[in-house]
């Protein structure tokens, strides 16, 4: 099943990045896109995902450095961009995918795409990854660890439940029992032309 092969991959990229642990490290994508696309794009999109779960943690420290804290809100505007340009590159995929499939006449349409679907699950493998590390620390309590440990069993629960679905999806778009119908995010904030503070309107 698509999703068996989505949680290894995204297992993968948070053992792979957490040997050296550093948000500078260089990314290397272990799959080439020619032999093997959608694996290359799962494996970037949880590469992205887990670096910016380490910038969100550096970036509530209380005593950061004001400069460091913007220069680190920039890296975080810049990730999300790269996070919804790779979900919607993910689509691509489906859809080039299944272009012969025709729909059938009383096909209907999901409430998100594939790939946004995806990208809930790869968030849920660094929070289980993160609940898990919660379970086991040698220095919190006895209540803290079972506390956590029912938050991880709700996640991994809410994995299976997420992978069920997006297998069962996927499977109904190939069969024309659904059908795909992509709408670009069109990020604002980000755009020239569009952020009336970058384009210079006071």
Same mark, same amino acid.
């Given at each position: 099943?698509?999703?068996?092969?989505?949680?290894?991959?995204?297992?993968?990229?948070?053992?792979?990045?957490?040997?050296?642990?550093?948000?500078?490290?260089?990314?290397?994508?272990?799959?080439?896109?020619?032999?093997?696309?959608?694996?290359?794009?799962?494996?970037?999109?949880?590469?992205?995902?887990?670096?910016?779960?380490?910038?969100?943690?550096?970036?509530?420290?209380?005593? +950061? $450095?004001?400069?460091?804290? *913007?220069? =680190? #809100?920039?890296?975080?505007?810049?990730?999300?961009?790269? !996070? &919804? @340009?790779?979900?919607?590159?993910?689509?691509?995929?489906?859809?080039?995918?299944?272009?012969?499939?025709?729909?059938?006449?009383?096909?209907?349409?999901?409430?998100?795409?594939?790939?946004?679907? +995806? $990208?809930?699950?790869?968030? *849920?493998? =660094? #929070?289980?990854?993160?609940?898990?590390?919660?379970?086991? !620390? &040698? @220095?919190?309590?006895?209540?803290?660890?079972?506390?956590?440990?029912?938050?991880?069993?709700?996640?991994?629960?809410?994995?299976?439940?997420?992978?069920?679905?997006?297998?069962?999806?996927?499977?109904?778009?190939?069969?024309?029992?659904?059908?795909? #119908?992509?709408?670009?995010?069109?990020?604002?904030?980000?755009?020239?032309?569009?952020?009336?503070?970058?384009?210079?309107?006071?």
């Amino acid at each position: 099943m698509f999703s068996s092969k989505a949680n290894s991959i995204f297992q993968d990229v948070i053992a792979t990045y957490k040997i050296k642990n550093t948000v500078d490290q260089p990314f290397e994508n272990k799959y080439d896109k020619n032999e093997d696309l959608i694996a290359h794009l799962l494996y970037r999109k949880c590469w992205i995902d887990t670096v910016q779960w380490a910038y969100e943690d550096i970036i509530r420290d209380p005593n +950061i $450095d004001p400069v460091a804290a *913007l220069k =680190l #809100k920039r890296m975080i505007d810049a990730s999300n961009q790269d !996070r &919804t @340009d790779t979900v919607e590159y993910i689509d691509s995929y489906f859809l080039e995918r299944h272009k012969e499939v025709q729909p059938k006449s009383n096909a209907k349409i999901n409430s998100e795409s594939p790939a946004w679907a +995806i $990208d809930r699950l790869s968030i *849920l493998a =660094l #929070k289980i990854y993160h609940m898990h590390l919660e379970t086991v !620390r &040698t @220095d919190a309590t006895d209540a803290h660890k079972a506390a956590c440990q029912k938050k991880l069993d709700t996640l991994l629960e809410q994995r299976e439940d997420l992978s069920t679905a997006i297998d069962d999806l996927l499977n109904d778009i190939a069969n024309g029992d659904k059908y795909m #119908k992509v709408y670009k995010q069109m990020k604002m904030y980000n755009d020239d032309e569009l952020n009336p503070v970058l384009r210079g309107v006071k």
